[in-house]
C-alpha cells in the first residue's frame, strides 16, 4: 500500500514538473524562435501586402464608379493603370491563402474567390448581355480580377472598342459588381487581419498540421506550383495529353501583361523566402535564417539559392517586347527555360524544406512509420 | 528423441497450466474500448470521406489488388459494424464472432490504401486475430469468482508485444540513430514548445539522450514490465514514454494502444481487483461471456497450436526479410514494413512523373495531386512500390485519355534524414514495362552517402 501511495506522489510531482515547465522559455540565444518568423511574416509581409491591396483595390472601385458615368479613353486609361496596380500588388498577397484568406465552409480561399484565371468568356458575354447573376454562386471564373480585366482592356488593343461597349447598362452593373466584390472580399481577409487573427497566428507557434507554421508553408509551396503549373506548364501545354500550347489559358492575357505579373510573382516568392519585408530595407527572419538553424539546413540553403537565382536569370531572360501569347507560339524557348529553371527547384521548396524542417504537410495519423 | 519429447509435453502442460482468467478479461476489455473510441475518431475526424471515398486512386498492398473501397454506404456500415463489434467485444456477448468482425472490418479498411499503413494499424490487426482464436474463460474451482483460462491465453500477447518492442529496439540499433542521433535532432527542435522536453531542447546531447534511451527503452521494457519488482515502475516508464512520443508526433491512438494493452503484464491478483472494482464477476452475464451456445465454438483442439506455432515463427522471422535485399533499407524500404520500424527516419520526396506519347514524342508533366491527396502524395514519393503502382495507374489514365502507348517515368528526389535530396529511382527507364514483385528493385538508385 505504501509503496502505491509512493507511486502516487511520485505521479503528480511528474504531473506538476510538466506543468511547471511549460511556463519555462528556451534562453539559448542561437536557438531559432519561430515566434519572431511569425512576426516578420504577418507584420512585414502579410499585412502590408493587404493593406497596400485593400487601398489600390478600393482605388479600382472607386475609378470604375466615375469611368462608368461618362466613359472617355482617358478614364479608361487611369482604370486600367489602377487594375494593373492592384493586380500587381495582388502578386505579394497570392501566396497566403491560410486563416481568413483560407478555405471556409462554402467560402473558397481568397485566390479562388477573386484571381480565378482563365476567365469563361461565356459566362461573362451573357451577363453583359442581360443575363442574370449572384456573386456567392459558384461561378467564380466569372468574377474577380481577371473578369474585370476582360472587361476593360481589349486584347486587340483597341480602346475605342472597349469604350463603346460600356454603353450596355448591363456590362456597366457588372463592371460596378465585380469591383465592389473583390473590394469586399479583400477588406474582410484585411479587417481579421488588423484585428484579432495576428494575435492567434502568432501565438499558434507549433510545427505540427494546423499550425501558423505549417499554414503558412503548406500556402507558400501551393503558391510556388501554382506559378509553374498553371502560369506556365498549361499554357506552354505540358500535361499529358495536351498537343500543343494554349494561349488561352495564359493568367492576365487581355492586357497582354502576363510576364510582369509572372515576375513579380517569382520575385515575391523569393522575398518571403528570404524574410525581406515588403515595405522595407530591413531583412527578417524568413526561411532562409529558419534553415540556417537546423540540422542540414545550411547546404539547403545553398542549393535553394543558387537554383532561385537560375530562375530569376531565366524569367529576365524572357523578352519584353512580344507579349506571352505571341512568344508562346512563336518562340516558346525562354519560357520552357524558365519552367525547367522552375521544376528544378520544387524540390528544395517542398520535400527538402518541410523535411529539415520538421513541418507537418498534413493532419492525418501521423508518418509514424 | 525422448528427451525431446519429454520437453515438448513439459512445454504443452505448462501452456496449458490454468491461471486466473482476470488479465484476459481486462485485456479485452480495454481493447475493445480503444477499438471504440479509435474508430469513433477516425469517424468524428472525417477521414472515411478522406482516406477512402474521395481519392481517386488507392495504393493496394502487394497481393491485395483485388480489395476496393466500397461506395459511401458501404464503408459507414463498416466502420458502424466495428463500432458495435467493439461493443460487444467489451461486454462478452457474442464473443468469438464480435472478435471475427472486428479483425475482417478493421483489416479490410487497412487494407484499402497502402498510404496509412502504421505500425500500430498492423499491430491491432494482429491482436484481433489472436483475440478470434482465444481460449474462452471457463468455471474455475480456483478461481471462482472471474474464471479460468489456459496461460497460452493469455501469454501469446505478452509474447506479441515482446516481440513488437523488442523488433522496434533492434531496429534502433543502427549508427545513423544511436551515433548521428538522427532523426531525433532533426525532430526534436520542432517541439521547443513542449513541457520538458521544450527546455531540453537547447542542449546539443539531447537529441542523443533520447535516442539512447528510446533504444534501451524499446529493447528491455518487457522484461521489465515481466518482472514483479520492476513492474510499476516500468509501467511508469510506458506511461512517460508514449505520453511524450504521443505529444511529439502525430500519431493518432498509438500511445493509449499500447499503455493499454501493456496492462496485460500485471499480476493475476492486479487485475482481479480492477474487475472487483468494477464488480464484474464471472457469473454477471453482461460482461463475461457466458453466451456458450451461441457463440462460434473453436475449431479442433489441434488446429490453434499449429497456428499459433505458424504466427509467431513468422513474426520472429519475417522481419529479418531486408537481409536478402541490396542496399541501404531506409533508402529502398525493400522489407521495411511488417518489421516494426517505427519512427526511425526522417524522409521525404518530390516525384515528378513524365508522360509521353510513343507516337508523338511528346512528353507532358503530371501534376499528382489531380489524382491523390496531400498524404498519399507524400508516402508514394518517397517508396518505390508505391511510385511503381502510381506509374501504372498514370499510364492507364492516360492511355484511356488518347495518349499513345504511353511510357512513364518519374524524377524523384528524396531527402533521407535531412541530407541533401537525391535521385531515388533511375529517372529514364519506363516504369510501364515494370511489374512490382518480391525480387530486389534494381531499378533503385544506390544511396551516396
Known sequence: MKFLKDFKLAFAFFVFLSISCKEEKTTNPDLFDRTDFLKNMSDGLIKPAYNQLLTESEKLNNLALTFVQNPDSIQLNELQNSWTSAYSTWQKANAFNFGPAGEEGTRKSLLEEIAVFPVNEFKINSIVNGGSFNVNDFNRDARGFLAIEYLIFSSNGKQTSVLNSFSSPAKVAYLKVLTQHVYDRIKVVSDAWNGSFREEFLNNNGTESGSSTSSFYNEFVKSFEALKNFKLGLPLGKRPGQTHVDANLLEARYSGKSLQFLKLHIQNLNLIWNGKPFQSDVDGPGFKEYLDNVEGGKALVISSESQMNNVIKAANEIPVNASLAEQLIKSPAPLENLHTELQKQTRFFKSDMSSVLGIAITYSSGDGD | ?449
Not at chain 2, 232 to 256: E, R
Open chain 2, 1 to 449: 528423441m525422448s528427451g525431446f519429447i519429454q520437453k515438448l509435453s513439459r512445454a504443452q502442460s505448462f501452456v496449458s497450466n490454468p491461471v486466473s482468467a482476470a488479465p484476459f478479461v481486462v485485456l479485452r476489455m480495454v481493447f475493445g474500448l480503444l477499438m471504440f473510441a479509435g474508430t469513433l475518431r477516425f469517424l468524428l475526424l472525417g477521414w472515411v470521406e478522406d482516406h477512402y471515398l474521395a481519392p481517386k486512386f488507392h495504393f493496394h498492398y502487394f497481393g491485395f489488388s483485388w480489395i476496393e473501397p466500397l461506395p459511401a454506404l458501404g464503408m459507414y456500415l463498416v466502420h458502424f459494424l466495428l463500432l458495435m463489434a467493439s461493443l460487444t467485444f467489451i461486454s462478452g456477448y457474442f464473443y468469438r464472432f464480435s472478435a471475427i468482425v472486428l479483425f475482417l472490418t478493421f483489416t479490410y479498411t487497412e487494407l484499402i490504401d497502402l498510404t496509412y499503413y502504421l505500425n500500430h494499424y498492423y499491430f491491432v490487426s494482429l491482436a484481433c486475430l489472436l483475440f478470434c482464436i482465444a481460449p474462452k474463460p471457463s468455471k474455475s474451482v480456483i478461481w471462482p469468482q472471474f474464471g479460468e483460462i489456459p496461460f497460452w491465453g493469455i501469454g501469446m500477447f505478452k509474447l506479441l508485444l515482446g516481440l513488437v518492442y523488442l523488433y522496434a529496439g533492434l531496429a534502433k540499433i543502427n549508427s545513423t540513430w544511436l551515433l548521428d542521433a538522427l532523426p531525433l535532432k532533426i525532430w526534436l527542435p520542432a517541439q521547443d514548445k513542449l513541457p520538458i522536453i521544450g527546455s531540453l531542447i537547447s542542449h546539443k546531447w539531447t537529441p542523443y539522450f533520447f535516442s539512447w534511451a528510446g533504444m534501451v527503452y524499446d529493447c528491455f521494457i518487457v522484461l521489465f514490465l515481466s518482472w514483479k519488482r520492476t513492474r510499476i515502475w516500468a509501467y511508469f516508464a510506458v506511461i512517460f514514454f508514449h505520453a511524450i512520443t504521443g505529444l511529439m508526433f502525430q500519431i493518432g491512438v498509438f500511445p493509449s494502444v499500447m499503455v493499454g494493452a501493456t496492462l496485460v503484464f500485471f499480476s493475476p491478483g492486479w487485475h482481479e481487483r480492477i474487475l472487483q472494482k468494477l464488480k464484474l464477476f464471472y457469473e454477471n452475464k453482461l460482461f463475461l461471456n457466458n453466451c456458450i451456445n451461441k457463440d462460434l465454438k473453436p475449431k479442433s483442439s489441434s488446429f490453434i497450436p499449429g497456428f499459433l506455432f505458424l504466427f509467431f515463427i513468422f513474426q520472429i522471422v519475417f522481419p529479418w526479410r531486408y537481409f536478402l535485399y541490396p542496399g541501404n533499407i531506409f533508402w529502398t524500404e525493400e522489407g521495411y514494413r511488417f518489421s516494426w520500424r517505427v519512427m526511425l527516419m526522417e524522409k521525404a520526396g518530390t516525384a515528378q512523373f513524365y508522360v509521353k506519347d510513343s507516337k508523338s514524342g511528346r512528353e507532358g508533366l503530371v501534376e499528382n495531386r489531380e489524382f491523390l491527396n496531400a498524404h498519399q502524395e507524400k508516402q508514394m514519393a518517397m517508396q518505390p512500390d508505391m511510385i511503381l503502382q502510381f506509374a501504372h495507374f498514370l499510364g492507364k489514365h492516360y492511355a484511356e485519355k488518347g495518349v499513345q502507348n504511353p511510357m512513364v517515368r518519374a524524377e524523384v528526389f528524396v531527402t533521407l534524414n535531412g541530407k541533401p535530396s537525391q535521385l531515388l529511382i533511375d529517372d529514364q527507364i519506363d516504369l510501364m514495362k515494370i511489374e512490382d514483385s518480391w525480387v530486389p528493385k534494381m531499378w533503385i538508385n544506390r544511396y551516396e552517402e
